[in-house]
């Protein structure tokens, strides 16, 4: 069992940067993957970058390529999302998942966060 605690979301204007954190409970944190994924409103979760437990493999969504930045730390059972150059079109509610294999898909996810809320202001 994993439980995961998302902070660090609030109103940004265009163009600033924010840090989200996801602190994970469970001494085997260090063998998930762990993903990031956004849902505006009305619209599907979708993925937004992912790490394997190493951090050796990154995946990003393309909207977010050159802007957001993904790091562990597997001995602070903590995943980082880095989010530079925001946009309005990043708003949403920003969810952390974590599962043994590394994926950008949804479904694939056992565990999740209750999210925490990014707003851009233009």
């Known amino acids: 069992q994993v439980h995961l605690v998302e902070s660090g979301g609030g109103l940004v204007q265009a163009g600033g940067s924010l840090r989200l954190s996801c602190a994970a409970s469970g001494r085997t944190f260090s063998r998930y993957a762990m993903g990031w994924f956004r849902q505006a409103p009305g619209q599907e979760r979708t993925f937004v970058s992912a790490?394997?437990?190493?951090?050796?493999?990154?995946s990003y969504a393309d909207s977010v390529k050159g802007r957001f930045t993904i790091s562990r730390d597997n001995a602070k059972n903590t995943v980082y999302l880095q989010m530079n150059s925001l946009k309005p079109e990043d708003t949403a509610v920003y969810y952390c998942a974590a599962d043994r294999n590394f994926s950008a898909l949804v479904d694939e996810y056992d565990y999740w966060g209750q999210g925490t809320q990014v707003t851009v202001s233009s």
């Open positions: 790490i394997t437990w190493s951090g050796g493999t990154i």
